[in-house]
Nanobody, 120 residues
């Protein structure tokens, strides 16, 4: 019911910045919590940030707090992840995801991912 497409990944020097975008299609976008996750090569997918469907409150993984900012534009059905002060350990495929807490706890919808590579 919800389709997600990420963009904005690329290669960046340590200390640099990138802005990831996620375009969503589907009904009642504003109802969904929108999250960003990442998965390094050979590692499990981990939570990065979430912005709530109600009120727009945000939460971040400790590893990115103070460096990353998640935001959304419900009018455009888009979610963003501003990444500053990037570190080599931020290298991963970044995924956006959506969930409707009225339906399930887990994120039911996922984008295809966009590669972020931070060089040292």
């Amino acid at each position: 019911q919800v389709q997600l497409v990420e963009s904005g990944g690329g290669l960046v020097q340590a200390g640099g910045s990138l802005r990831l975008s996620c375009a969503a299609s589907g009904r009642t976008f504003s109802t969904y919590d929108m999250g960003w996750f990442r998965q390094g090569s050979g590692k499990e997918r981990e939570f990065v940030a979430v912005i709530r469907g109600t009120g727009g409150s945000t939460s971040y993984a400790e590893s990115v707090k103070g460096r990353f900012t998640i935001s959304r534009d419900n009018a455009k059905s888009m979610v963003f992840l501003q990444m500053n002060s990037l570190k080599p350990e931020d290298t991963a495929v970044y995924f956006c995801a959506a969930r409707n807490l009225r339906v399930s706890i887990k994120y039911d919808y996922w984008g295809q991912g966009t590669q972020v590579t931070v060089s040292s």
